[in-house]
């Protein structure tokens, strides 16, 4: 069965060079790639290449003015005709810059494929600039859709935090304070350094390619078996692409009820706040400071309660100066215990690490990641939106009362 590599990320050159190690190392592989930069005219090109150049090229439309739609709709069928083909072992999907790596994964295993690999090609000299840049895709070109609203940041730092594995280019601009960042942003990823791509690696930049026969169309061996796999005894990164990929389980580390959150760390003048409290917050007080908590750290992240909405669970999600928040259903200590059956092991059990004998799972659980954090100002101005103890003390009903300051931006 055809293996599934996805590469993805915004820094360019550094995934361009992880996926030029993995044709140089996996034997018998193919680069697939979307390329969704010509959606303005219509179409989106595909190129598969090898490690000697270009094998085919072809176009798809677009599927409701929607680049990302179509990439879904072309991919899937490319990749079984790799795989009916017999020949090949490994298919690299590249994917454009501000495609997120955990569609694709998903894509591809609903498709019947077998994803074994996600990786995020990462330049830590550019972590604080893309981590910090707020601008829309839309105004960097590098927008999926009409209604792509997202922004470089809230991107960026999706791919990252997705990927079980990171290929880390070994970039001369890089400090410790950009590696200490990236750790502290996913301490549990795997890192593959990687080095810098040369020519002979991207055989796509070379106008000299003309596009040769499709994988699918050329002859197996005598035996009419696949090509073998035999990474490189080195090769680091080739070994993590085949090691195998859960498709639920990294959804379900990314849920924010249940996300694996970084914990507290303190190094290189990078710091990691983890802030969790057992009382509601004031929704006018916490609308009022949402301003200077969004622009205090880099990144945050986490799940938060609201006084007025005490049953409702909240995601937190900022990057680059921007906030965005979400319902995202009700806390499991709301849920009726006949309920509780249907929710996945993964929920419960970290709800049952947050459980507390008069709420539950009602919590804040907030994480900020920056250089230079002012923890002890960040504290004072996240403890100063709770409830107070009067406040706190007039219990439920009477949290239900208080200005509903978050409808807005939670679309109620």
Not at 136 to 153: H, K, N, S
Not at 255 to 283: I, K, Q
Request: glycine share 6%.
């Amino acid at each position: 069965m055809l293996s599934v590599v996805i590469v993805g990320g915004l820094h360019a050159d550094a995934r361009k060079a992880a996926v030029g190690q993995l044709l140089a190392d996996v034997p018998g592989s193919v680069v697939l790639h979307h390329d969704l930069a010509t959606a303005a005219a219509g179409t989106v090109v595909r190129t598969i290449r090898d490690a000697t150049g270009i094998l085919s090229a072809g176009e798809t439309p677009l599927v409701n003015d929607c680049a990302c739609c179509a990439l879904r709709e072309d991919l899937v069928p490319e990749l079984r005709r790799l795989d009916a083909a017999g020949t090949l072992r490994l298919a690299v999907v590249e994917l454009w810059d501000s495609v997120e790596p955990k569609a694709m994964a998903e894509v591809v295993a609903a498709g019947g494929l077998t994803v074994t690999g996600v990786i995020t090609a990462v330049d830590p000299a550019l972590m604080l600039p893309y981590l910090g840049n707020g601008d829309d895709l839309a105004e960097r070109g590098l927008a999926a859709a009409a209604t792509d609203q997202r922004t470089v940041a809230d991107t960026f730092a999706r791919q990252l935090e997705y990927a079980p594995v990171l290929a880390v280019l070994d970039s001369p601009e890089a400090d410790e304070e950009d590696r200490e960042l990236l750790a502290q942003l996913h301490p549990t990823a795997h890192q593959v350094p990687i080095g810098a791509a040369g020519p002979a690696t991207h055989p796509t930049d070379r106008p000299s390619d003309r596009p040769r026969a499709h994988p699918a169309d050329r002859p197996t061996d005598a035996a009419g078996t696949r090509y073998p796999v035999r990474p490189s005894a080195h090769s680091a990164l080739a070994r993590a692409a085949l090691a195998g990929f859960d498709v639920e389980s990294a959804a379900a580390a990314q849920h924010p009820a249940c996300a694996l959150l970084p914990a507290e760390a303190d190094a290189h003048g990078v710091c990691t706040l983890v802030w969790h409290r057992r009382r509601p917050f004031h929704p006018e007080r916490l609308y009022e400071a949402l301003e200077d908590i969004t622009c205090a750290a880099a990144r945050s992240r986490g799940r938060f309660w609201l006084a007025d909405k005490p049953d409702v669970l909240l995601h937190w999600d900022a990057a680059g100066g921007a906030l965005c928040v979400e319902s995202v259903g009700p806390w499991l200590a709301s849920l009726p215990d006949a309920a509780w059956d249907m929710v996945p092991p993964v929920r419960r059990a970290a709800a049952a690490m947050d459980w507390h004998p008069e709420h539950g799972d009602c919590c804040q659980h907030l994480v900020f990641t920056s250089p230079g954090l002012d923890r002890d100002g960040l504290e004072r101005l996240l403890e100063s939106c709770l409830l107070t103890d009067a406040e706190y003390a007039a219990g439920r009903d009477a949290w239900k009362q208080l200005p509903p300051a978050f409808d807005t931006l939670l679309e109620v």
